[in-house]
């Protein structure tokens, strides 16, 4: 299938830092990129829609402001936690939609902020 | 999107073919259904997908009910690495989110 890669794995960082969380589709162009996050034992929940070229759209609950999406390619989207705090620990996940009908997902990004 | 029920978590011997069973009663015409799973701290796989017809790739096979309300993921013979929680999702066109809901953990027992 098709590859979908997330830069980094995982980061620690302190309160009050930002951070900034890559997303690349490897073999194919996305015009349509989807950021997700899980915490333990939960299912993943959808932060935004991230469009090429335009702006993301945000899930309900999700602060945009703290969560900058920049969808600037076909091939890259990025997430920035801004100002991050503890409750922002999180699994961060990215898809990116190959346009044949599925989804593929990176292999997530562990952020832990202390 | 259409609302999606699974069973919280099943059991399968090693060897042995896993069904797992989806209820999506309220799958509108053009819906798809769509299987992902996720193994511990790595992002979804995808796995397969199919709108009314049964598809079969290298991995699964899924069965949908005649009338689309509900399906039936197939792992022909389970190994211990199919040990993950499945998500079955019903998906608009291409493009359209994906919502997760519980979805099932299977576990292979050896």
């Known amino acids: 299938g098709a590859v979908v890669s997330q830069h980094p794995s995982w980061v620690i960082c302190k309160s009050g830092t930002s951070v900034k969380i890559e997303c690349r589709s490897l073999?194919?162009?996305?015009?349509?990129m989807f950021w997700y996050r899980q915490f333990p034992k939960q299912s993943l929940m959808l932060m935004a829609t991230?469009?090429?070229?335009?702006?993301?759209?945000?899930e309900q609950g999700v602060e945009k402001d703290k969560f900058l999406i920049n969808h600037a390619s076909l091939t890259l989207s990025t997430l920035t936690v801004t100002s991050a705090h503890p409750e922002d620990s999180s699994f961060y996940i990215c898809?990116?939609?190959?346009?044949?009908?599925?989804?593929?997902f990176g292999q997530g990004t562990r952020l832990t902020v202390v | 999107d259409a609302k999606t029920t699974q069973p919280t978590s099943m059991d399968c011997a090693e060897g042995r073919a896993a069904n797992l069973p989806c209820n999506h009663s309220t799958i509108s015409g053009n819906e798809y259904v769509y299987w992902y799973r996720q193994i511990h701290s790595q992002g979804p796989q995808y796995i397969i997908h199919g709108l009314k017809n049964n598809e079969t790739n290298e991995m699964a096979s899924l069965i949908i009910t005649e009338d689309r309300k509900s399906s039936t993921l197939i792992l022909p013979h389970a190994t211990l690495r199919d040990t993950a929680v499945y998500y079955c999702?019903?998906?608009?066109?291409?493009?359209?989110?994906?919502?997760f809901g519980e979805g099932t953990q299977l576990t292979v027992n050896p």
């Open positions: 999702i019903v998906r608009g066109t291409s493009g359209s989110r994906l919502t």
């Open positions: 073999d194919f162009q996305a015009t349509t």
């Open positions: 898809s990116a939609d190959q346009g044949s009908g599925e989804a593929f």
């Open positions: 991230s469009n090429e070229g335009s702006k993301a759209t945000y």
